[in-house]
């Protein structure tokens, strides 16, 4: 026999004969506290920092003297219904302000604008270009009934609003 098994049956316990058993009144059972596990966070992506462009705005009408002479399409072929004019946000934009000329928007892109005014701040989709000789210009859609807010505001604040896309699908093997 060897050094090791004498060890073993020394120190352990004769396993033909059976451990004594507790008695069942001997069994209490007892409180366990479980600490609250902590709510699961899913992980968000922490807000962009979306870049602000300074410019200078002025409001335009659909009136063949301030645009050319199909007032009521603009430059990405919409349409501008005569009567939905103040019902619409819609805005031009200087050309070195749009992709196709290096800038940072394009058609159908909606701007946060603040800096005009009460009445005139929001957001707008860019529909229309502005004339070749106009750098840095935002130019604010209105009806002929607000004529009256024909003005120019320097140093107003364009926005990119973020296009909402959908969630990424979670792939799963099955």
Same mark, same amino acid.
């Given at each position: 026999?060897? @050094?090791?098994?004498?060890?073993?049956?020394?120190?352990?316990?004769?396993?033909? $004969?059976?451990?004594?058993?507790?008695? %069942?009144?001997?069994?209490?059972? *007892? &409180?366990?506290?479980?600490?609250?596990?902590?709510?699961? +966070?899913?992980?968000?992506?922490?807000?962009?920092?979306?870049? !602000?462009?300074?410019?200078?705005? $002025? +409001?335009? =009408?659909?009136?063949? *003297?301030?645009?050319?002479?199909?007032?009521? &399409? !603009?430059?990405? #072929?919409?349409?501008?219904?005569? #009567?939905?004019?103040?019902?619409?946000?819609?805005?031009? @934009? /200087?050309?070195?302000?749009?992709?196709?000329?290096?800038?940072?928007?394009?058609?159908?892109?909606?701007?946060?604008?603040?800096? @005009? /005014?009460?009445?005139?701040?929001?957001?707008?989709? @860019?529909?229309?270009? =502005? #004339?070749? *000789?106009?750098?840095?210009?935002?130019? +604010?859609?209105?009806?002929?009934?607000?004529?009256?807010?024909?003005?120019?505001?320097? #140093?107003?604040?364009?926005? %990119? +609003?973020?296009?909402? !896309?959908?969630?990424?699908?979670?792939?799963?093997?099955?």
């Amino acid at each position: 026999m060897s @050094i090791a098994l004498f060890l073993l049956y020394l120190f352990l316990p004769d396993p033909t $004969t059976a451990l004594p058993q507790p008695s %069942p009144t001997a069994l209490t059972p *007892r &409180i366990v506290k479980v600490a609250p596990t902590p709510a699961t +966070v899913a992980y968000q992506r922490p807000p962009q920092k979306l870049p !602000t462009y300074r410019v200078t705005a $002025t +409001v335009y =009408m659909a009136d063949p *003297r301030q645009t050319d002479d199909e007032p009521f &399409i !603009t430059a990405d #072929n919409s349409r501008i219904l005569p #009567n939905q004019t103040r019902k619409r946000r819609w805005a031009a @934009i /200087s050309r070195d302000l749009l992709k196709r000329w290096g800038g940072p928007f394009d058609y159908g892109d909606s701007v946060q604008v603040t800096g @005009i /005014s009460p009445k005139l701040d929001g957001v707008y989709v @860019i529909h229309d270009t =502005m #004339n070749r *000789r106009h750098k840095h210009c935002f130019d +604010v859609l209105v009806g002929k009934n607000e004529a009256h807010l024909a003005d120019m505001w320097r #140093n107003v604040r364009l926005t %990119p +609003v973020p296009k909402r !896309t959908a969630p990424e699908p979670v792939w799963s093997a099955g």
